[in-house]
């Protein structure tokens, strides 16, 4: 898996916190991000999924993630937006690797990335979150095709 290393700015976004396991609470809060976009005639900049923890120190029914999508600086949630969290999705230095996923396979995209990134040793992990920008609707054919970023910073051997 080929990636760069990219200066990604701050983001805001809009949309709504999850806790649990993943595979279940993503695509369950992205049912409830369409209706809201959809009811409230919101013009998103970019669908996003943002990931906090580490699954394999996380358990299942406490990793945290939001389901967002990218919104003008200065927007306002509209009326009877119950839920909606309005907040920054931090800028800094991202490796950033795109992908196809398909079978709703995001973990091995993941892993993959993850693993790449670890043995090429020339950045380590920073504390942010990561998140997918997903740049197509896999909903209709079962396919996305997303990029991924993961927070870098140099390595301390270097």
Do not use: C, W
């Given at each position: 898996?080929?990636?760069?290393?990219?200066?990604?700015?701050?983001?805001?976004i809009a949309g709504f916190h999850l806790v649990g396991p993943w595979e279940q609470t993503v695509p369950q809060g992205f049912e409830q991000l369409t209706m809201w976009v959809d009811n409230k005639a919101i013009q998103p900049n970019e669908w996003i999924a943002v990931?906090?923890?580490?699954p394999e120190k996380v358990p299942p029914e406490k990793l945290r993630a939001d389901v967002v999508v990218s919104v003008p600086e200065g927007f306002s949630?509209?009326?009877?937006?119950e839920g909606v969290i309005l907040t920054k999705l931090p800028g800094g230095e991202y490796a950033v690797a795109k992908t196809k996923v398909v079978n709703q396979d995001f973990a091995s995209a993941w892993d993959?990335?993850?693993?790449?990134?670890?043995?090429?040793?020339?950045?380590?992990?920073?504390?942010?979150?990561c998140f997918e920008i997903y740049l197509n609707d896999g909903q209709a054919d079962g396919h996305w095709d997303i990029a991924m970023y993961i927070p870098v910073g140099p390595n301390a051997t270097e």
């Open positions: 898996m080929n990636y760069t290393i990219e200066q990604v700015p701050e983001r805001a990931y906090y923890d580490n949630l509209p009326e009877n937006s993959e990335f993850f693993v790449k990134l670890h043995h090429d040793g020339k950045n380590r992990v920073a504390d942010k979150p």
